[in-house]
């Protein structure tokens, strides 16, 4: 048994400590697709993702600072945030993949490509599309604040979440 002492100790240099916390907190999974500035479509799975402001619209999105997501988001002047359903793994599975060793997922799954944010994965709850903002250095990451300029619904599915290195899901309560 833990006492209250035991829990305010913070091991700041044990990454591992943080990352095994961490994995305890359920995100929703997103796909992140971008239309970069030489034209190709690219994007990456993603759950660090969140809701900035309200008024004005405001998303933001996070990418390890030395990833191919991190790259991505420097060549481009928008994104779209796109929200997965609970049977969409392969999607997630597929933009998780490294770039160079997976297959073109935009062959693979519909999508249209709005100017600037960039492509629209269809079948999604919705998505999010918007102007870069601001990009901000934070540790080891990036942050990208989009200015949100289209708001797509689409049906009312429960999401795909990831928890503690699995996917799963939430039903809701009735």
């Known amino acids: 048994m833990t006492s209250p002492q035991d829990s305010l100790r913070f091991h700041g240099g044990d990454p591992e400590a943080f990352r095994g916390l961490a994995r305890r907190w359920a995100a929703s999974v997103t796909v992140v697709t ?24 405001i998303v933001m999105v996070s990418a390890t600072r030395e990833s191919s997501a991190a790259e991505m988001l420097s060549e481009t002047d928008g994104f779209v945030v796109n929200l997965l359903a609970h049977h969409q793994r392969d999607l997630a599975d597929l933009f998780a993949t490294p ?3 997976r297959d073109d997922p935009f062959a693979r799954f519909a999508h249209h490509v709005e100017a600037p ?24 990451h990036v942050l990208v604040l ?3 300029i289209a708001l797509h619904h689409g049906p009312d599915d429960a999401p795909l979440v990831y928890h503690n290195r699995q996917y799963g899901t939430v039903a809701p309560r009735g």
Do not use: K, M, Y
């Open 99 to 101: 770039h160079p060793q």
């Open 34 to 57: 971008v239309a970069r500035h030489d034209g190709t479509l690219d994007g990456f799975t993603a759950t660090g993702f969140l809701t900035v402001s309200i008024d004005p619209p």
């Open 146 to 148: 989009g200015d949100v």
């Open 117 to 140: 944010a960039g492509p629209r994965l269809g079948g999604t709850l919705g998505a999010f599309s918007a102007r870069v903002r601001q990009r901000i250095d934070a540790g080891d």
